[in-house]
């Protein structure tokens, strides 16, 4: 807590403005939703957690990348409560929203927090019509659109999908998906949300997927595209220059954990591959910022009955130049979490929320922001 409390100070109100944002006016008024007074809270149980020595040990921050302008982490306000496994995040109207995960003792939550960067504050939306974790989200047009998920942890996947509405503060059920799965990566392209590789059924397998499935929005209708090579959930995916980036990832289990960064050309419907993750990881955050994409967080290891090795919970910040097919790092991220919610506003990068330790143990309420003004 202390270090965060220097952070925020040491920021001076840096980031209120978070590079001049002009939100709309779509957004329906929502609650203001207090900072979580704990930065992390136990699953079983969903009590207050102190991280312990072995548990804070599993944390890396060195990069094998060359080493590129170090930018700057700084604190900002917490999560209402501390989750984590929402599958990442999506901006509408200039806010971020987080959406689903575990909290509070369950897996299988509907929660839909809303942070508005200039105001470095949270606010209560809508929940989902139901609860799951590792939903796919993406938005357009001040829309909201939320995919499939698990009901279970970490499994049980569903074929659900929903529309927000950000005037309304309202979810609509539209077309499902063509086949159920959770973990899945969301991008939006051309006005289309692609949604690429994930995990499905049968349940106690929770085989990966390379699934590629596009829904237009205008027709609430589902077609196929070709399959993303080799199929794996929890990756990174983000559209930039007309295609689309997947990076990273896992084949079934963090235990499988890969480099892969294949790209989606949707001119010739193919897939070709580019220059790799430098840190093999899963569960990491992906955004475009300065025409680069930026790779943070994520996790790593064994998960022998309920007992992790060799765990670790990834804190590096590295970033792809397109232009060039290369990677380097930057300043890692104060706190190393995985399954976060990362967007970049303005000239920041957002990482709010995520799991502490390797696995779904303990859930966090941290939340930093990263530039390189």
């Excluded at 606010?123 to 989200?137: I, M, Y």
């Excluded at 080799?230 to 689309?244: M, S, Y």
């Excluded at 235990?255 to 050309?265: A, M, Q």
Aim: overall charge neutral; proline content about 7%; charged content about 15%.
């Amino acid at each position: 807590m202390e270090r965060r409390a220097f952070l925020r100070a040491a920021a001076g109100g840096a980031v209120a403005a978070a590079g001049g944002i002009r939100l709309s006016h779509a957004q329906a008024p929502l609650p203001d939703l207090v900072p979580a007074a704990d930065p992390y809270a136990r699953l079983q149980g969903g009590v207050p957690h102190h991280l312990t020595p072995d548990q804070e040990a599993q944390r890396v921050f060195d990069s094998p990348a060359p080493a590129g302008p170090a930018g700057r982490w700084v604190a900002r306000a917490a999560l209402p409560i501390p989750r984590s496994e929402m599958a990442w995040a999506t901006v509408s109207n200039g806010r971020m929203h987080v959406v689903g995960g575990y909290g509070e003792g369950a897996v299988n939550r509907a929660y839909h927090h809303v942070y508005d960067p200039g105001a470095d504050r949270w606010h209560g939306a809508a929940a989902l019509p139901r609860g799951a974790n590792h939903v796919a989200v993406a938005a357009i047009d001040g829309r909201v659109f939320a995919f499939g998920g698990f009901i279970e942890q970490n499994r049980r996947s569903d074929t659900n999908a929903y529309v927000y509405d950000g005037a309304a503060d309202t979810w609509t059920a539209i077309a499902p998906l063509p086949r159920p799965r959770g973990a899945a990566a969301a991008v939006v392209l051309n006005g289309h949300v692609h949604l690429i590789g994930g995990a499905s059924e049968p349940a106690n397998e929770r085989a990966s997927v390379g699934w590629h499935e596009v829904y237009d929005p205008a027709a609430d209708r589902w077609s196929a595209r070709k399959a993303l090579p080799g199929a794996r959930d929890h990756v990174g995916c983000v559209a930039h220059a007309g295609l689309i980036h997947v990076i990273g990832g896992r084949f079934n289990t963090f235990e499988y954990n890969t480099d892969l960064h294949h790209v989606y050309l949707p001119d010739r419907d193919t897939w070709e591959m580019r220059s790799p993750l430098p840190t093999a990881r899963s569960g990491h955050g992906l955004v475009v910022y300065r025409d680069r994409l930026f790779a943070m967080g994520g996790e790593g290891g064994i998960l022998a009955g309920g007992v992790p090795r060799q765990a670790k919970v990834f804190g590096q910040m590295e970033s792809y130049d397109p232009a060039t097919d290369t990677w380097q790092h930057h300043a890692p991220m104060p706190t190393p979490r995985h399954a976060v919610a990362a967007t970049a506003i303005g000239d920041w990068i957002f990482v709010a929320g995520g799991g502490a330790v390797l696995g779904g143990a303990v859930q966090s309420a941290v939340h930093e922001a990263f530039t390189l003004a």
